[in-house]
């Protein structure tokens, strides 16, 4: 993949993530407690560098995605991933 085309993606996904949690309210601070109720272990150094980096796993991307959405959401995403998975 071209350097252009990988910067491209990698700054859409940081705007993804870094939209979320605008639109949520949430500071890296907050998304640290959030994570880690999911017993995913993060500081906030290193969710500033994977968002500055705009470089992170596709499990992170829906970690994140995860903890920040609203209830209603939540519900909708893991049906939505249950039927994926269960295909």
Do not use: Y
Request: aromatic residues 4%; proline residues 2%.
């Amino acid at each position: 993949m071209p350097d252009d085309t990988k910067k491209h993606w990698c700054n859409e996904a940081r705007g993804i993530l870094n939209a979320q949690l605008k639109r949520q309210g949430i500071t890296h601070e907050e998304l640290v407690h959030r994570l880690a109720e999911i017993s995913v272990l993060e500081t906030q150094a290193s969710i500033a560098n994977k968002l500055c980096r705009g470089t992170f796993s596709a499990a992170f991307l829906l970690q994140v995605l995860m903890v920040t959405a609203p209830k209603e959401q939540k519900v909708v995403s893991i049906t939505i991933l249950d039927q994926a998975i269960c295909a």
